[in-house]
């Protein structure tokens, strides 16, 4: 055996891997988008699985209640303010020093996305807000790279696998005739801010997260060999608290939707259409951010107002929700009004406000 | 007399339904079931319906036994008794 190869040798044992499954994930490279709870668990797995090559993107910095459940960090990263990406290059290299990494410390957004994903075999979605997502799917759909969701919140969580539709059809997995919807088949509009708990204001179970994260490996393992006919072609919902799995049948979506992104091939979050927008507020150490793709006319004040409670102050009248929140040792002041647009006090770094709004209040 | 299905609640919208994981409610059809479902829990259905009430929000997906309504009858997809309809909101967390 090839000395290199040594330490994959239980994993090359299984069937449908062997020497060659393992070469091609060597060769192979990720695209590990967002690098939290979801981010470190698929990182950590796939760096000790032996994938080449991982681009790791993520905007943000480590915080002493992130420990809980974001496996690749510690309690030094927290007091030496590492950025999330960074901290998890640095991990990697100790465990598996054959892979290569790439830190991407940024905002992923319309205007850099294409640049990241295109020579990338796979996207593993690691983030924490919606549109985000779209705009992983409608580069996936674009480029025609399979794209692996995941999400988890409280005590449940959600997967699938998207291997698009190609307007040649010739990809590997529509020659081995297993291609299954693009992610807004499924879910045509992202839920309006407000309306999801975030894993910040109803909390989040590690082992939930744990599970969506390995899921999502275990689909990204079996692309990267070309396991085509292995890859579930349903999505998974669980609820590991109160003890629900359910695998729900999706593969019609395609067939008789009339999906915007994968069917009409209109790439509308990529296009920055849909995109939000910030705007760094000029001489009042604030960032405005303004919701374009947001679907709903009236926040629910009441609502958010008992989640954000428990990080601080929170005030509401018709017009406006202003919060206190307490982020990783900073003070934040966040001011939302009805159509979902916010004003963010404390900062004047778009990305630290985007990060707190994903956070807090959820998109 | 419709026969009763149960209606799975996802824990996000359980503050909206009584605290309940479930609930069995009467409907020969999804229309007929949310429709009992959502008289009693009126909050829960300007949660999962649009502002004209008739339809539902596009980021909610509503499942009979696994299968997606949209793909199916929409609302007007019949239910047999024992019939189980799983209300999916997207998870955006991560």
Same mark, same amino acid.
Not at chain 1, 181 to 186: D, G, K, Y
Not at chain 1, 328 to 336: D, I, K, S, V
Not at chain 2, 51 to 76: H, P, Q, W
């Given at each position: 055996m090839n000395h290199d190869l040594a330490r994959y040798h239980r994993q090359m044992l299984l069937p449908g891997f062997g020497e060659h499954g393992q070469r091609q994930l060597l060769q192979s490279k990720v695209f590990v988008l967002g690098c939290g709870a979801l981010g470190t668990v698929i990182a950590n797995m796939l760096a000790r699985a032996g994938v080449g090559h991982l681009v790791i993107a993520d905007r943000d910095f480590i915080e002493v209640t992130n420990l809980q459940r974001q496996v690749l960090f510690d309690e030094d990263d927290v007091r030496d303010a590492i950025p999330k990406a960074e901290a998890a290059r640095r991990k990697i290299a100790r465990i598996n020093s054959q892979v290569r990494v790439t830190a991407l410390v940024d905002d992923v957004n319309h205007t850099n996305i294409e640049k990241f994903a295109a020579d990338c075999n796979v996207i593993v979605d690691g983030v924490d807000n919606f549109e985000t997502r779209f705009l992983a799917n409608d580069v996936a759909v674009k480029l025609g790279i399979p794209y692996v969701y995941g999400g988890a919140v409280g005590t449940v969580g959600m997967t699938y696998a998207i291997l698009p539709h190609t307007p040649r059809g010739d990809?590997?997995?529509? @020659?081995?005739?297993?291609?299954?919807?693009?992610? @807004?088949?499924?879910?045509?509009?992202?839920?309006?801010?407000? $309306?999801?708990?975030?894993?910040?204001?109803?909390?989040?179970?590690?082992?939930?997260v744990s599970i969506i994260a390995n899921y999502q490996v275990n689909e990204t393992l079996k692309i990267l060999t070309g396991n085509w006919q292995a890859v579930s072609p349903t999505m998974l919902s669980v609820d590991t608290w109160h003890n629900t799995v359910r695998q729900l049948k999706v593969l019609r979506a395609y067939d008789v939707g009339q999906c915007t992104c994968c069917k009409q091939r209109k790439f509308e979050y990529l296009a920055g259409l849909l995109a939000s927008a910030t705007a760094t507020l000029c001489g009042r150490n604030a960032v405005q951010l303004t919701q374009r793709a947001s679907t709903c006319t009236h926040l629910d004040f009441d609502r958010l107002a008992e989640r954000l409670r428990s990080h601080g102050k929170v005030t509401t009248?018709?017009? $406006?929700? @202003?919060? *206190?929140?307490? *982020?990783?040792?900073?003070?934040?002041?966040?001011?939302?009004f009805a159509d979902g647009r916010a004003i963010v006090k404390g900062t004047k770094e778009p990305n630290t406000a985007k990060s707190i709004y994903a956070k807090y209040v959820g998109a | 007399m419709p026969g009763t299905v149960t209606v799975r609640i996802p824990t996000a919208l359980r503050p909206q339904a009584g605290d309940q994981g479930s609930v069995a409610v009467a409907g020969a059809s999804v229309k007929e079931a949310l429709g009992s479902l959502t008289s009693q829990y009126p909050e829960l259905g300007r949660r999962l319906f649009q502002?004209?009430?008739?339809?539902?929000?596009?980021?909610?997906?509503?499942?009979?036994?696994?299968?997606?309504?949209?793909?199916?009858?929409?609302?007007?997809t019949p239910l047999n008794p024992g019939d189980e309809l799983s209300i999916i909101p997207a998870i955006a967390g991560g």
């Open positions: 990809s590997p997995w529509e @020659r081995a005739g297993v291609a299954t919807p693009c992610l @807004r088949c499924i879910f045509e509009q992202a839920p309006p801010p407000g $309306m999801n708990p975030t894993c910040e204001t109803a909390g989040v179970l590690g082992p939930v009248n018709k017009f $406006m929700l @202003r919060a *206190d929140i307490q *982020d990783n040792g900073q003070a934040y002041e966040l001011t939302l | 502002s004209n009430g008739t339809d539902l929000n596009r980021f909610i997906n509503v499942y009979v036994n696994d299968e997606d309504i949209r793909f199916l009858n929409n609302l007007d």
